[in-house]
């Protein structure tokens, strides 16, 4: 059964205290990674897909990263406004484009 | 530029009483998706749609039905609500696939009493 699963549930840094999310997935003919933000009462917001091990992709504090096995979205120098709960999914072989989500990470940053 | 528009955004029932959401998109996609988001469990998909006229199952869809009469409309119903129904129920768009990933609207929260 494909599955996504995210870590850790919450997440609190300090203003500038970098760090790393973690979203291991066992997809079967993974077609395509996906991490959003949502923001509290809001809907998801798309940041970055990610197609094969390997690739890397950046947006101002954040770069995610794809292995065969785990993708991570790493926070550089986050600040407050990073505070968000990321979302994780994963689109597998079939052509109906569902995704797969994880339960998501909760980042808080204090300033 | 409305992208996914969802209504209403609150609404309270009581059980067995019934309502539709509606989700409106005006990027002319294909694909269509109401999930449902409750703590601790992430993003469920309900059921969804690859085109006007077609509807299919996804991971829960007991207790709700869906119509896609216009492409840019898709419709949940919930027929006889129950207190496990209570959530907040997120609209998705896609162009084909999931290679452009979804559009999601702002949501509505159900709460069933």
């Known amino acids: 059964e494909d599955q996504v699963t995210q870590s850790p549930e919450a997440l609190r840094l300090q203003e500038g205290e970098s760090s790393s999310l973690n979203c291991s997935y066992t997809?079967?003919?993974?077609?395509?990674l996906f991490w959003y933000r949502q923001d509290p009462g809001k809907g998801p917001e798309f940041l970055f897909t990610?197609?094969?091990a390997g690739e890397e992709k950046e947006k101002e504090r954040l770069k995610a990263t794809l292995t065969k096995k785990e993708s991570f979205l790493h926070i550089t120098a986050p600040k407050p406004e990073d505070s968000a709960t990321y979302l994780c999914?994963?689109?597998?072989?079939?052509?109906?484009?569902?995704?797969?989500f994880g339960q998501g990470t909760t980042l808080q940053v204090k300033p | 530029n409305a992208g996914v528009t969802q209504t209403p955004k609150f609404r309270v029932l009581k059980t067995g009483q019934s309502m539709t959401l509606l989700c409106a998109q005006d990027m002319n996609h294909e694909y269509m998706y109401w999930y449902r988001q409750d703590p601790g469990m992430g993003l469920r998909l309900i059921h969804y749609s690859v085109g006007e006229g077609t509807t299919a199952k996804g991971e829960v869809p007991d207790g709700y039905n869906v119509s896609r009469l216009k492409k840019q409309n898709f419709l949940l119903g919930l027929e006889s609500a129950a207190p496990s129904q209570t959530s907040v129920y997120f609209c998705?768009?896609?162009?084909?696939?999931?290679?452009?990933?979804?559009?999601f609207g702002s949501g509505t929260r159900l709460t069933v009493v």
């Open positions: 999914a994963a689109h597998g072989s079939s052509n109906t484009g569902k995704l797969i």
């Open positions: 997809v079967s003919g993974l077609r395509g």
């Open positions: 998705a768009s896609s162009a084909s696939g999931q290679i452009y990933g979804y559009t």
């Open positions: 990610l197609y094969s």
